[in-house]
């Protein structure tokens, strides 16, 4: 063989891809001969994989997007319902430091109604 036909078939040959250390001290084997041949193929698959992933993130972006807003709409309508229930409980206990005014005080209520706390109503 002369030195032209040798190099040509240098070019056609397909060599086998060394093991590449990543930094962890395991090699990654090449891929040899017959994969380059279903390159196509694996580029087909890559892009259809990558179409998928892409769809699903998206998909997964919004469904996020829409537990987030259901999230802070459900904190603003308990931090609405805290609000109401601070101002009735400061307008309860202003009703009862006058009730107690008008009653004479402590001294004048029985101990049963100095510690008396209702039951919670479950309605």
Known sequence: ??????????STQV??????????GKGKK???????ADDAGLDEKRLKFLERNRAAATRCR????????ELQQ????????NSQMQAELAQLR?????MKTILGGDKALPPELLSWNPAPDHS
């Open 1 to 10: 063989m002369d030195l032209k036909q040798e190099k040509d078939n240098q």
């Open 15 to 24: 060599a086998e891809v060394p093991n590449i250390e990543d930094g962890d």
């Open 30 to 36: 090449g891929r040899g001969k017959r994969a380059r």
């Open 62 to 69: 919004e469904k996020k997007k829409h537990w987030m807003q």
């Open 74 to 81: 459900k904190a603003n309508t308990l931090s609405v319902a």
């Open 94 to 98: 202003e009703e009862i430091s006058q």
